[in-house]
């Protein structure tokens, strides 16, 4: 099993930046790939971005280009930098790694307001 910490978030003025991180623990040998998704209120969860283990990323279209996403294999942590954020940008923040399972953290608040 995979274990998922997410921590980061916070309350940001539009324009603002971010850097969430997910610290990840137990068999992350067996890990394709992690990415993080959001949930917004009264909406679905949706992608934002994701890497591989030979760190190939994709991003969703509404991040492209303000969002990195990273890993620090020695720190066992995938990060999400998150630039010039926007109000639709809201949402909680989940962290995901897809290897023998899917597994998820419990989110991390992200809120964009002035």
């Known amino acids: 099993q995979v274990q998922l910490v997410e921590s980061g978030g916070g309350l940001v003025q539009p324009g603002g930046s971010l850097r969430l991180s997910c610290a990840v623990s137990?068999?992350?040998?067996?890990?394709?790939?992690m990415g993080w998704y959001r949930q917004a209120p009264g909406k679905q969860r949706e992608f934002v971005a994701t890497i591989t283990i030979t760190s190939f990323t994709t991003y969703a279209e509404s991040v492209k280009g303000r969002f990195i996403i990273s890993r620090d294999n020695a720190k066992n942590t995938v990060y999400l930098q998150m630039n010039t954020l926007k109000p639709e940008d809201t949402a909680v923040y989940y962290c995901?790694?897809?290897?023998?399972?899917?597994?998820w953290g419990r989110g991390t608040q992200v809120t964009v307001s002035s």
């Open positions: 995901n790694a897809v290897g023998r399972g899917v597994s």
């Open positions: 137990g068999s992350i040998f067996s890990i394709n790939s």
